[in-house]
């Protein structure tokens, strides 16, 4: 499953809607398996070094959204930001 939702729908794109390259399209089920395997829904993340990663590779993934969707508006909604039970900004 990818980490990309269209605005104002419910449905994630498969991707073949996403028409993004498939070395993107890898990366980007490679961010959802790391958060799938690392993050608790109650505990979040389990140190700061996991959240960095995973923000940080966020970071990286929305620019390459970005590139390779020039015509859409692609935008970041980072809210997995507990650490241990206490929600903590990444850096």
Known sequence: MLPVWWV?????????????SPELIERLRSWQSFFDDHYDH??????????????????????????ELADDSVVLDFWQVGVAGKDSPPS
Not at 12 to 18: D, G, I
Not at 43 to 64: K, V
């Open 8 to 20: 104002g729908y419910h449905e994630k794109p498969t991707a073949e809607e996403l028409s993004v």
């Open 42 to 67: 109650e505990r979040g993340w389990p140190s700061e070094e996991f959240l960095t990663l995973h923000y940080r590779d966020a970071q990286i993934l929305l620019r390459e959204l970005r590139r």
